[in-house]
């Protein structure tokens, strides 16, 4: 399956943004669909995840300001992105891997097809 993001952009803290992902040559619903970020200099980080029974996972920094929700017919998971702050600026990336284990949905290893990121900047 290949993966296109988009959405990203600068916006002020406080604002919201919705990141999109769109699957191609693969059905989104039969994947685990994650969001990861890298700030400059850091490692990249798992954000949100969203199984293929429909199952969610965040992490701890967004769980309670992100969303990440899957359109079947559109064959697109999106990342719902609320009350930005300037520590979630980042280029985000999605993406996708079949069987992946409960355990491994926060593990960057664990997917095998990734989008080309967007770049999502929060001033202060």
């Known amino acids: 399956v290949q993966l296109q993001a988009s959405g990203g952009g600068l916006v002020q803290a406080g604002a919201s943004l919705r990141l999109s992902c769109a699957a191609f040559?693969?059905?989104?619903?039969?994947?685990?669909v994650g969001w990861f970020r890298q700030a400059p200099g850091k490692e990249r980080e798992f954000v949100a995840s969203?199984?293929?029974?429909?199952?969610?996972y965040y992490a701890d920094s967004v769980k309670d300001r992100f969303s990440i929700s899957r359109d079947n017919a559109k064959n697109t998971v999106f990342l719902q992105m609320n009350s930005l702050k300037p520590e979630d600026t980042a280029v985000y990336y999605c993406?996708?891997?079949?069987?992946?284990?409960?355990?491994?949905?926060?593990?960057?290893?664990?997917?095998?097809?990734w989008g080309q990121g967007t770049e999502v900047t929060v001033s202060s």
């Open positions: 993406a996708a891997g079949s069987s992946i284990i409960l355990s491994e949905v926060r593990n960057t290893r664990a997917y095998k097809s």
């Open positions: 040559g693969g059905t989104v619903s039969r994947y685990t």
């Open positions: 969203i199984r293929y029974n429909g199952y969610t």
